[in-house]
């Protein structure tokens, strides 16, 4: 009789959980979110222009772009029908989070053109975001497709004035380099005169406002007139102050003997940042003088390397030998080029001429400018 009644008193309590266990609310699977994860690759998009706007051969477009990164954005690229037209990078060597760029290119022929600007972190690229314009001849009708961009005036090409227009946000230096203090910050699509500069054009004195300083050229867009911008001294770099550190005692312990750790250093990726000089000139004028910007974007060091112009007459000229550019270093090398008749020409610059670096990238060693001469 204990028997049963124990057995009965069971059957109770496995019939009172069932009970409990099917009035609960059932428990979703947990839902695969995607996150931005430090592995994966840069994210960028066109603010400017629009799909579809029309624009007149030898109307300068500017294009805006934006990216995002985990990590950092090292620098932007813009092609047209894919040929590399124009390259920025970071001010800070392990680039920006969110980085803002003002990209410029003027067509030269009719037809469509697809714009693409593909963001890099070191040798990781992002998805291209492209846009598609229309150019006509500047007798044909042009539809106002083109958005008005902030902080973006218009170039006056018959402006003789030299001067610079920066292609991101940039700080504005005492003197030309990193190591001088920041006396303010210049806005992205600002054009400033330029009243000074280094001899290898890297650095270019501004007046922004009521300030004069240095930026570097290698986020800026050169136009007008340059040829007789001068050479300016740089001034003293600046010696850090601060109170004397405290003497600490020193503690003698015998060191734990350590693995040696062997660092394989990586691959250099060397492009050509920019060619900066005018784009209009004259036969009178001729000799003209350009300044070619080479970036060592990759993570190891070049080694020696040397780099060609192609000149109107066709010739390839030495830009010189370049013994070695480290990870992030840029380095602009000058050219007087000769034009002997008006008509226009496309100035190819190549970096690595001779194929002696072992690169990340053997695609992105050329740009162009197209020259019109009259």
């Keep these: 009789m204990m028997r049963y009644a124990r057995f009965l008193i069971v059957l109770l309590i496995l019939a009172v959980s069932g009970c409990n266990l099917s009035s609960q ?7 695969d979110v995607a996150t931005a994860e430090t592995g994966g690759r840069p994210v960028v998009t066109i603010d400017s222009p629009n799909d579809g706007a029309e624009v007149n051969v030898g109307t300068q477009v500017f294009v805006t772009a934006n990216a995002t990164d985990a990590v950092g954005v090292t620098r932007m690229q813009l092609l047209a029908n894919n040929q590399i037209v124009k390259t920025v990078s970071s001010e800070s060597p392990s680039g920006q ?5 003002i990209l410029d290119y003027t067509p030269r022929a009719e037809g469509d053109v697809n714009l693409q600007v593909v963001a890099y972190r070191g040798a990781i690229a992002s998805d291209p975001a492209d846009v ?25 090409p018959n402006d003789p004035t030299c001067r610079a227009l920066t292609n991101t946000g940039l700080n504005l230096r005492s003197g030309p380099g990193t190591v001088y203090d920041r006396v303010g910050l210049v806005a992205g699509g600002a054009v400033v005169p330029i009243v000074g500069r280094v001899g290898d054009n890297s650095w270019w004195q501004v007046r922004y406002g009521i300030t004069v300083g240095w930026v570097s050229g290698q986020y800026t867009s050169i136009y007008g007139i340059c040829s007789s911008v001068p050479v ?13 550190p405290t003497p600490i005692a020193t503690i003698t312990q015998t060191p734990t003997p350590q693995p040696t750790i062997t660092v394989t250093p990586g691959k250099a990726d060397l492009v050509v940042a920019s060619i900066a000089g005018p784009t209009n000139t004259t036969v009178a004028a001729s000799p003209v003088t350009y300044s070619v910007t080479i970036t060592n974007t990759g993570s190891g060091p070049s080694g ?43 100035l190819i610059a190549v970096v690595d001429s001779a194929s002696q670096v072992n690169e990340i990238s053997e695609v992105n060693n050329t740009a162009t400018l197209l020259v019109t001469v009259s």
């Excluded at 060609?308 to 090398?333: R, Y």
Aim: hydrophobic content about 30%; proline content about 15%; overall charge negative.
């Design 25 to 31: 609310p059932p428990t979703d699977e947990p839902l």
């Design 232 to 244: 300016i001294n740089p001034p003293p770099t600046p010696t850090p102050t601060g109170r004397t």
């Design 304 to 346: 020696s390397f040397s780099s060609t112009v192609k000149l109107p007459n066709g010739t390839d000229a030495n830009l010189g030998v370049v013994s070695n550019l480290n990870a992030g270093e840029s380095i602009s090398l000058n050219i007087d080029i000769p034009f002997t008749a008006a008509t226009s020409y496309t």
């Design 132 to 156: 598609a314009i229309k150019v006509k001849s500047p007798q044909a009708q042009i539809e106002p497709t083109l958005q008005p961009v902030d902080n973006v005036p218009a170039i006056d």
């Design 97 to 101: 989070r969110n980085f803002q760029v």
